[in-house]
């Protein structure tokens, strides 16, 4: 992993918690990908997303997140996002991940968030 | 025609194909990827030859390699199974696509000694191509994706421009402005690491680099980099940009990458330009707020109204050069019915020399109420100025005790202009008899005395240097041209207040349009 960038995830009742810390870009949206993927592939469909200790984003980061909100798509899963800086909210706003995914200010707002819009689970 | 023996009625069974076949269409053009179109492929040949094994591969653009749709798992670099089967007991087809990438199919029949039978190949033909459609479909969506992104991130590029031209100006930000523009520089153009570093004086006075916490750049870095550097003051900002990201592996950096580098540079040397003003304007604002308090407190020092003494007129000017001047006069009626008549020039004008003078205003007021005489009071006064100027601050001055019934003055000059005493004969002597100027050297100076009596009709001008020195826009001074001590001896029928009048519009006629250089002060005194 990259020196620069590291997560940590959990599993809470059900649903998929990744906080990142660092640079979001080839190596870290690689990162965060392939930790969706291995619970994805165990059943996860409720993914929230932390990005509080990341105040950086670039393209090809971002491009693993629009990735994530379409594999989620396709089986009527969610993504929601938390802890946003706010020049990370305006790009991920302009980049128009929010026409997929939600935003909240923590991780509680966001956990709250699937239980008052209950995801398809499969 | 060799025929699949499909155990139901012609009739039944070709609508049957034909439903499955629709069926199959409408499915395969629902995919959205590759591995889907995969799947519903696969789906789509079991549908209509259920004994029937299908490998959908796949070659991405560029690619050498195939791969497994199904799994994704590697299917080396040229299956021979792609190649058309002589027995027909397996179809293949092979497909290579406008963007480089390449689909193959493998169905083999394992239908126990089946070959592959005409119906059967029209069939798989025909999925063949509807495949073909659905992959074209799937390669014009990923495309108009992409198109989408792009212009989504050159719209997030200029409008992360505008946002950090506005927070680069911020005031009291928490990130530095070259450090803020570092970050938005890295994430705008997809490098992967960056650097400021700035040096000024032949040193290296700061290394920022993103992400933070690296060694400065190594040769490696920049290779490919792009860089753009600015001075501000002494201090060169050089950025350095390196490492630019893709999904596909490393790439180069583009002309407007370094037109967005170029541009945030500017923007945090415009802020830094900003910074520097604004620093500038609030000293000073700081500066003309003291500056107006010391002229309150001056103006509360210099006399608003000169003592009536029987027998005397006395009259007195003080026009400082700048809001608060260095310059310092009075006239002061002592308990004993005696007058303190005094003059001194701070060396320096502003608020340090206005500061002394009010060390040497309350000095001299505590001094004379407690009856100290005049030289040991001289000699205090040094003491004081010493223990309160800096080193190069000093106070040139002129004290003189009047007794108004005899005439008497007895008067010390700490080094200042010359005191006028104009005689009932007509003739100018001076007073100059003191010593050194106050605060100049911090020891008990032996201060001389002088001691005269003012006759009737007897002038005693004292003055400061902002008269003599005046100088007019060819830099020549008042006194090479107009010699005070003439100008004042000739003035003999004039009253105090016409005497300072007239001296003040000599003053004018003789400097012009050129600024006062120095605080202009003088006291006149008459004995009638």
């Known amino acids: 992993m990259d020196q620069h960038f590291s997560l940590t995830s959990e599993v809470r009742d059900g649903r998929l918690i990744i906080t990142t810390s660092g640079y979001v870009n080839n190596v870290g949206g690689e990162t965060i990908a392939k930790e969706f993927d291995r619970h994805f592939a165990e059943g996860a469909r409720e993914i929230i997303i932390n990005l509080a200790a990341s105040q950086v984003v670039n393209s090809v980061g971002m491009s693993f997140l629009i990735e994530i909100i379409e594999r989620l798509e396709e089986v009527k899963g969610r993504l929601v996002f938390a802890g946003l800086d706010p020049a990370v909210e305006k790009m991920l706003a302009i980049m128009g991940l929010f026409r997929f995914a939600g935003k909240e200010s923590t991780v509680e707002d966001a956990v709250n968030s699937f239980t008052k819009t209950p995801t398809h689970r499969r | ?528």
């Not at chain 2, 969506?141 to 421009?161: A, C, G, P, V, Y």
């Not at chain 2, 010391?294 to 050069?321: C, F, M, W």
């Not at chain 2, 004081?384 to 000059?413: M, Q, R, Y």
């Open chain 2, 1 to 528: 025609m060799k025929q699949r023996g499909i155990d139901l009625a012609p009739a039944e069974g070709g609508r049957h194909h034909i439903d499955a076949v629709a069926e199959s269409y409408r499915l395969l053009r629902l995919a959205s990827s590759v591995r889907d179109l995969g799947a519903q492929f696969t789906s789509a040949v079991s549908r209509m030859l259920p004994q029937a094994h299908t490998l959908l591969l796949f070659r991405p653009a560029g690619g050498a390699l195939w791969e497994n749709t199904a799994d994704g798992t590697p299917a080396g670099s040229g299956p021979g199974i792609l190649s058309p089967s002589e027995e027909r007991t397996a179809y293949n087809a092979l497909r290579t696509f406008p963007d480089g990438s390449s689909l193959g199919v493998v169905v083999e029949n394992h239908e126990p000694g089946g070959p592959i039978v005409d119906d059967d190949l029209v069939s798989l033909e025909l999925l063949t191509a509807f495949m073909e459609s659905a992959y074209q479909e799937i390669l014009h969506r990923r495309q108009e994706k992409d198109l989408i992104f792009s212009l989504n991130h050159r719209l997030l590029q200029l409008n992360s421009l505008i946002d950090t031209g506005i927070e680069v100006s911020r005031f009291g930000g928490i990130i530095p402005p070259h450090q803020l523009a570092l970050q938005r520089a890295a994430s705008l153009t997809n490098a992967s690491r960056g650097w400021v570093t700035v040096s000024g004086n032949g040193r290296i006075i700061e290394t920022v680099s993103f992400p933070p916490g690296m060694e400065g750049p190594s040769p490696r870095d920049r290779l490919g980099s792009i860089a753009t550097s600015f001075s501000f003051g002494e201090c060169t900002y050089a950025f350095l940009l390196s490492g630019k990201e893709s999904r596909n592996g490393a790439h180069m950096f583009e002309g407007t990458d370094q037109m967005l580098l170029d541009a945030l540079a500017r923007q945090v040397h415009a802020s830094l330009e900003n910074r520097y003003l604004h620093a500038q304007a609030l000293e000073m604002q700081r500066m003309e707020q003291d500056v107006a308090v010391a002229a309150s407190i001056q103006k509360r020092i210099l006399p608003t109204d000169l003592p009536h003494i029987a027998g005397y007129e006395v009259e007195g000017v003080n026009i400082p050069s700048r809001s608060v001047g260095g310059d310092y006069y009075d006239c002061i009626p002592l308990a004993d019915g005696r007058l303190a008549l005094v003059i001194a020039d701070v060396a320096g004008k502003g608020v340090p020399a206005a500061l002394l003078v009010s060390s040497l205003h309350a000095s001299l007021a505590a001094y004379l109420e407690s009856g100290t005489p005049l030289v040991p009071l001289m000699q205090r006064l040094n003491r004081v100025i010493c223990h309160a100027a800096t080193d190069d601050k000093f106070i040139t001055a002129f004290l003189g005790l009047l007794t108004p019934s005899t005439g008497e003055l007895h008067s010390v000059n700490a080094g200042h202009n010359p005191v006028y005493w104009r005689r009932g004969n007509g003739t100018v002597d001076e007073l100059i008899k003191g010593g050194v100027p106050l605060g100049m050297l911090d020891m008990d100076f032996p201060y001389e005395e002088d001691r005269i009596v003012i006759q009737a009709g007897e002038h005693v001008l004292l003055y400061t240097d902002g008269i003599t020195e005046a100088q007019n826009e060819q830099s020549q001074l008042f006194d090479s041209d107009v010699p005070l001590k003439e100008f004042f001896r000739r003035q003999n029928r004039s009253t105090p207040r016409d005497f300072i009048d007239e001296l003040l519009a000599s003053l004018k006629r003789f400097t012009g349009d050129a600024p006062q250089s120095d605080d202009i002060t003088a006291l006149h005194l008459v004995r009638r």
